[in-house]
C-alpha cells in the first residue's frame, strides 16, 4: 500500500520560508516522479514542482519558478520542497504525489497546509 506522509507546513510572513516533507512508502518500482500540487477551496489545483527519482531533473510552476526547489533524499525516499520569499498567494494545502510520470501523479498525500500572511 502506497503511502505519503507530508510535513512541515505551517504559518509564516511574508518572504519567509518553510521546506515541505514527503516520506513515501510502498510504491510500485515503475513510479518514477514525485511531486507537489496546491490548492486552495474554489480554486484549480495547480501543479507545484516534480521530480524525477532516477535522475533528478526537476520541473516548476512558472509561478514558483526561482523560489522554490524540489530535492530528494533518495535513501530515505523524501522529496522535499523548500520554499523562499514566501507570498501570501502561495497560501495553500499543499499536496505531496507520486506517479509514473509528472503527468500521472495518481497517489497523493494527505496534505499540509501552509500560511503566508502580509
Known amino acids: 500500500q502506497v503511502q505519503l506522509v507530508e510535513s512541515g507546513g505551517g504559518s509564516v510572513q511574508a518572504g519567509g520560508s518553510l521546506r515541505l516533507s514527503c516520506a513515501a512508502s510502498g510504491y510500485p518500482a515503475n513510479y518514477k516522479c514525485m511531486g507537489w500540487f496546491r490548492q486552495v477551496p474554489g480554486l484549480e489545483r495547480e501543479g507545484v514542482a516534480s521530480?524525477?527519482?532516477?535522475?533528478?531533473?526537476?520541473y516548476y510552476a512558472d509561478s514558483v519558478k526561482g523560489r522554490f526547489t524540489i530535492s530528494q533524499d533518495s535513501a530515505k525516499n523524501t522529496v522535499y520542497l523548500q520554499m523562499n520569499s514566501l507570498k501570501p498567494e502561495d497560501t495553500a494545502m499543499y499536496y505531496c504525489?507520486?506517479?509514473?510520470?509528472?503527468?500521472?501523479?495518481?497517489?497523493w498525500g494527505q496534505g499540509t497546509l501552509v500560511t503566508v500572511s502580509a
Open positions: 504525489a507520486v506517479g509514473p510520470n509528472r503527468e500521472y501523479l495518481e497517489v
Open positions: 521530480i524525477y527519482t532516477d535522475d533528478s531533473s526537476a
